[in-house]
């Protein structure tokens, strides 16, 4: 019997992806508490990261992965001081074809891609699993040669998202639930 397959079934794990994007000008990203999960994968580049009401700044770099399981407010950017949107507007604005975070006219060897996300589950179901997810997980690429498959999946996951193609929402969707679980 497997516990954890049994687990995520109860829990109707579902997940998005958000967009991968290049960002090649100064940029930033608020993002408020939520009610479901979301996490940020660092596909190229580096850049920065607090999480509200801590003091220390977290350093992420090319590969990291950062999930916030229970939805916690933070900010992201690719220097502690670049000046923040709303994340919600970002999201908004990447979708509809607008990356305000990207200049055509600027050097592409300087660049920073971004892939992020949400899970969702079914917080109505008091779950112990649920209620003892930690509010914040940082997977360090440097730190991690053992998961050189998961750095494998996110290589996948990023082709698809910045490559669509007939169905690739839903296999960028599924990839993402294997990169959560």
């Not at 994968?41 to 003091?55: A, H, M, R, T």
């Not at 112990?128 to 053992?146: G, M, Q, V």
């Amino acid at each position: 019997m497997d516990a954890l397959a049994d687990i995520l079934k109860t829990v109707r794990l579902h997940t998005s992806t958000y967009f991968c994007s290049d960002f090649n000008t100064h940029w930033g990203m608020n993002i408020p508490n939520r009610d479901s999960g979301l996490f940020h994968i660092i596909v190229e580049g580096e850049c920065w990261l607090k999480i509200q009401n801590k003091d220390e700044l977290i350093h992420m770099s090319e590969g990291d992965i950062v999930a916030f399981p229970t939805g916690g407010a933070h900010w992201i950017s690719d220097k502690p001081d670049s000046a923040k949107q709303a994340g919600q507007d970002v999201v908004e604005q990447i979708i509809s074809g607008t990356n305000p975070f990207f200049d055509p006219h600027k050097d592409m060897s300087i660049k920073q891609t971004l892939l992020c996300g949400a899970f969702d589950y079914d917080s109505s179901i008091a779950h112990p699993f649920l209620r003892d997810l930690p509010c914040f997980i940082h997977i360090r690429a440097d730190e991690s040669p053992e998961l050189e498959w998961l750095r494998e999946l996110v290589s996948v996951l990023s082709r698809e998202s910045k490559q669509p193609s007939p169905g690739s929402s839903v296999i960028v969707d599924r990839l993402t639930e294997v990169l959560f679980i």
